[in-house]
């Protein structure tokens, strides 16, 4: 591949004008998911109890413990068919994608056996579960595998559309899917308080077949590559099967970590705890979903700029996708990390013990994820992961392994939280030094365009809200004040200390558009 660095300000400014669209449409979708999803997990927890809640939390854990496989070929997936359409080649793209559909047919298959085997194993014998909702287990457990297993077919038609970057589309199917979960939460009430868990289940299960059909439908009508009949092509197979294994291995970190780590707590703390975790990971993802919207526009033109050999504007994205990541994070996460316990009692009736201090140091891991995704996503489109899965995946699973230590010694479980945030620090550096060799971004431009930064920025914009919150009374009216001087401390200090002088520019020029409207 012929490799170019000169810089093509046309397309920068094309390329930001698209990247900006796509957020807002993504931002304009996560606010009413969001929305929607706060309001329904309070209905699910007043409506299923502590005990269901974390009953479907566990099995839930169990069943994504396999996406370790699912992720791997999805992730190759997602690469090869947005690394094609950067590329241009439009035989091999459909290529790819018929023979992304086959795999996955094949592969939900083969989850669906092993979660039978290994989950139903797993709930006769480690798990902490009531008597008395054992059978209501293993039901949730059969509805939840059918649901994963769809999950799994949708994956190259979601591919699609965020590689064509139609995020119009894929904002109004997460509209109708986190509609059609919230009409469920309210069909609950109709169930007796026994069948409540097993009948979210169920009701899941029909959604995510719903929307699979929904995905399949605007693929076909929209892609070319998405029509005619299946096939598989064994050389893109192999291709796919290279990429995806190294990609496997590098995906072990989160799976085992964050799903080993909620068995790791069901076993030595128990449910509650379990919910706790739970709340805070919705806490979390309501959270990212705010930064997985500005990555999810940027990422198919770091991996396009890629294949199209233009280095330059492949770091410049990488660079500003790690910067308006974490500011973006900042600046949710914050007030949220100050105002944590009120907030919970304002959202849920009962709030479990430990949910604050999880929640708060969940959105400090967060904030750290968040700097490395376009980083990640840029070492995922050389098709070379080999390295950075040996380096990086042993790394990231010290937190499984050393949480398991802690707790065997009598550690509380809010000790894997501080553990996992200096394991996240520990990546980013490691991620940083990969990248200087696998991409050739050099490490100083890197720590001058985000770390030095992201670092001063967070600084001074946390030294006034935290004065609030010390110095005032611990009153709703401060606690309002102090969510306010937060997120205003925030813009300030990444307009003033976290951009350059071109990205003030390019803001502020934004604004007086907006203005003038």
Same mark, same amino acid.
């Given at each position: 591949m012929l490799i170019s660095n000169k810089w093509n300000p046309m397309a920068f400014a094309v390329d930001n004008k698209r990247i900006a669209r796509n957020t807002m449409m993504l931002y304009i979708r996560t606010i009413l998911v969001m929305l929607i999803s706060l +309001?329904?997990?309070?209905?699910?927890?007043?409506?299923?109890g502590i005990n269901d809640y974390a009953i479907y939390q566990v099995v839930g854990g169990m069943v994504s413990m396999f996406s370790i496989i699912s992720s791997s070929l999805s992730v190759s997936i997602s690469r090869h068919i947005t690394y094609e359409i950067g590329h241009g080649d439009k035989i091999k793209l459909r290529n790819i994608f018929s023979t992304a559909v086959t795999i996955q047919i094949f592969l939900a298959i083969i989850v669906a056996i092993a979660c039978e085997i290994i989950s139903i194993w797993f709930i006769d014998s480690k798990m902490q579960v009531p008597p008395d909702k054992v059978i209501a287990t293993k039901w949730v457990l059969q509805c939840t595998i059918v649901t994963f297993c769809f999950s799994l077919l949708s994956v190259p038609y979601n591919a699609c559309i965020v590689a064509h970057e139609r995020m119009k589309a894929f904002a109004y199917v997460s509209l109708l899917d986190v509609s059609l979960k919230l009409g469920a939460c309210f069909l609950l009430k109709l169930f007796s308080a026994d069948h409540? #868990?097993?009948? !979210?289940?169920?009701? #899941?299960?029909?959604? %995510?077949?719903?929307?699979?059909?929904? *995905?399949?439908? *605007?693929? !076909?009508?929209?892609?070319?590559?998405c029509r005619g009949k299946l096939h598989f092509n064994k050389p893109i197979f192999k291709e796919m099967i290279s990429f995806s294994a190294w990609s496997f291995f590098s995906n072990t970190t989160s799976i085992v970590?964050?799903?080993?780590?909620?068995?790791l707590i069901n076993h030595f703390f128990g449910l509650t705890y379990n919910a706790a975790r739970g709340? %805070?990971?919705?806490?979390?993802? %309501?959270?990212?979903?705010f930064v997985s919207n500005f990555t999810m526009a940027i990422n198919p033109q770091i991996t396009k700029s890629y294949a199209a050999g233009n280095l330059d504007e492949m770091y410049g994205l990488i660079c500003r996708g790690a910067k308006f990541s974490y500011y973006a994070m900042l600046f949710f996460s914050l007030p949220l990390i100050l105002e944590m316990k009120p907030i919970l009692a304002l959202w849920l009736k009962d709030v479990p013990e430990h949910t604050a201090i999880f929640a708060q140091l969940t959105l400090i891991m967060g904030m750290c994820d968040s700097i490395g995704s376009s980083g990640y996503t840029a070492c995922m489109a050389t098709g070379k992961l080999r390295n950075y %899965?040996?380096?990086?995946?042993?790394?990231?699973? &010290?937190?499984?392994?050393?949480?398991?230590?802690?707790?065997?010694?009598?550690?509380?479980?809010?000790?894997? +939280?501080?553990? !996992?945030?200096?394991?996240?620090?520990?990546?980013?550096?490691?991620? /940083?030094? #990969?990248?200087?060799? /696998?991409?050739? &971004?050099?490490?100083?431009? +890197?720590?001058?365009?985000?770390? *030095?930064?992201?670092?001063?920025t967070s600084f001074f914009a946390i030294i006034i809200p935290i004065s609030f919150k010390v110095l005032l009374p611990d009153t709703v009216l401060y606690g309002l004040c102090t969510v306010f001087v937060a997120l205003i401390s925030v813009v300030i200090c990444v307009f003033f200390i976290g951009l350059t002088n071109t990205e003030k520019q390019i803001v502020s020029s934004y604004l007086n558009r907006i203005k003038h409207k």
């Open positions: +309001y329904m997990s309070r209905i699910i927890l007043e409506v299923l409540r #868990l097993v009948g !979210y289940a169920i009701l #899941l299960m029909v959604i %995510a077949i719903c929307i699979r059909a929904v *995905y399949s439908i *605007y693929c !076909y009508k929209n892609f070319e590559e970590n964050n799903q080993g780590v909620t068995m709340l %805070a990971s919705q806490v979390e993802g %309501a959270v990212m979903q %899965a040996l380096i990086v995946t042993p790394v990231g699973c &010290l937190e499984f392994v050393f949480s398991w230590v802690l707790f065997v010694f009598g550690a509380p479980a809010v000790s894997s +939280y501080f553990l !996992y945030i200096l394991v996240k620090v520990t990546i980013l550096i490691v991620r /940083m030094i #990969l990248m200087e060799k /696998m991409i050739g &971004l050099p490490i100083k431009k +890197y720590m001058k365009q985000v770390f *030095y930064p992201v670092i001063c």
